[in-house]
């Protein structure tokens, strides 16, 4: 589908869409290529008069958005765009702070989230932005759309992270959210072609009893055993709240067959990586880019064959690094480190993958087989079946002889 007045085809618009003033809009009214209107006169605005498509420097940018991606970091929650969270908190009734200047209005909160000064800050405006969520179909709506902007991004399996702790805490039901997600998760992989799994993470801040009790009630509602959780991950701050803590829930998921990953090594130093290794079992290392300079700790990494969940303009923006030329991607190259590219929480941080892969190629200037190398350890780290891994490699081998003139 495409419009004749511009000559603009509906996919490569959609894959063409950036961040910026405007990105709620333009996220938010995203609908499967089938449905999208190109002429519409925002959409359309916001790309001519802000030159809004996300191109990468390098010939190889075609490649890049054709490329199947799969995402494995990205929280759920992160996905809320201010005038999403506004929508909900009018027809919620809830009350944003008044004292905050941010909160005046969608494209005053959004040009808050481009001077976060650490973690924590984003932490703070990140559960103020859960506090709209109330409803089962609040939860679907926000995954619903989070997975048709992937989609529109290329990406075909998204292994995905939310906090319940976050919602029960505040007297939303496990159940409610959970339900609201999985809807969402079933409606993606039938109408968009995707695969997909919801990862329960604790948040590492409160009490290990309480991650605790949350994997209990999740365990006996069966929920590791139906498919509709592939996993157990420890997000919210790492400075403070070492991994160690929660060895014994970990140590029951373990017990039960439960796929494991952690975030550590994005404010945290190499110890904090080799803690979640010892003491959780991780399976997988999220963000993890300050094990770079621990060569014991890389080369162990790397001989295990643990996937690394990078998320390149999060890190820029919550200040590890000055800029995605300093994250670790040669080192891991090079050392053999397995690891994707992800978003993160990307309508806080400026960027979807597709957004994250450009700004690598920027900053890299990657070969095409260095990015095939990227993809296929993307698809074996993924926590989906062997079948459908091969359906991806496939995906993947097509998409290579389709760009083999650009190498």
């Not at 959004?110 to 179909?137: K, N, P, Q």
């Not at 609040?138 to 989609?151: G, I, T, V």
């Not at 923006?317 to 590219?341: D, T, W």
Request: with cysteine; net charge negative; glycine share 8%.
């Amino acid at each position: 589908m495409g419009n004749s007045s511009t000559g603009i085809k509906t996919t490569d618009f959609l894959r063409g869409i950036c961040i910026c003033q405007h990105a709620e809009f333009c996220i938010e009214t995203v609908k499967p290529p089938a449905l999208f209107l190109a002429s519409h006169t925002k959409y359309l605005n916001c790309l001519t008069s802000l030159a809004l498509i996300t191109m990468c420097k390098s010939p190889l940018h075609p490649f890049l958005v054709a490329l199947p991606k799969c995402e494995h970091h990205m929280h759920l929650e992160g996905s809320l765009s201010p005038s999403l969270l506004f929508t909900l908190a009018a027809r919620n009734r809830i009350a944003l702070p008044t004292s905050d200047p941010a909160f005046a209005s969608p494209s005053a909160l959004l040009h808050r989230y481009t001077t976060f000064a650490s973690l924590d800050d984003f932490l703070h405006y990140y559960f103020i932005g859960m506090s709209v969520l109330l409803h089962a179909d609040d939860f679907e709506l926000l995954a619903w759309q989070y997975f048709q902007r992937a989609h529109a991004d290329g990406v075909v399996h998204a292994e995905v992270f939310f906090d319940p702790q976050a919602h029960t805490g505040r007297a939303v039901a496990y159940d409610t959210v959970v339900d609201g997600f999985t809807r969402a998760c079933r409606r993606a992989e039938r109408e968009l072609g995707m695969t997909t799994g919801l990862i329960l993470c604790f948040l590492r801040h409160l009490p290990a009893s309480e991650a605790e009790r949350t994997f209990e009630l999740a365990h006996g509602k069966g929920h590791f055993d139906d498919s509709v959780l592939m996993g157990l991950g420890l997000d919210s701050s790492e400075v403070g709240f070492p991994a160690g803590l929660f060895e014994q829930v970990y140590a029951l998921g373990a017990q039960k067959g439960v796929r494991r990953t952690a975030h550590a090594g994005e404010e945290g130093g190499p110890e904090s990586v080799r803690e979640a290794l010892e003491k959780l079992g991780i399976e997988r290392v999220d963000h993890g880019i300050r094990m770079a300079g621990d060569e014991t700790l890389v080369r162990e990494v790397a001989e295990r064959g643990l996937l690394v969940t990078v998320c390149p303009l999060s890190n820029v923006r919550l200040r590890c690094v000055e800029h995605v030329g300093q994250l670790p991607i040669r080192e891991f190259l090079r050392k053999g480190v397995r690891f994707s590219v992800n978003s993160d929480d990307p309508a806080y941080f400026g960027g979807y993958i597709l957004d994250n892969y450009c700004a690598v190629q920027d900053a890299f200037g990657l070969s095409m087989e260095e990015w095939m190398g990227i993809a296929e350890n993307s698809i074996g780290g993924s926590w989906c079946g062997d079948e459908r891994k091969r359906e991806m490699k496939g995906m993947l081998g097509k998409v290579a002889e389709r760009h083999r003139h650009l190498e």
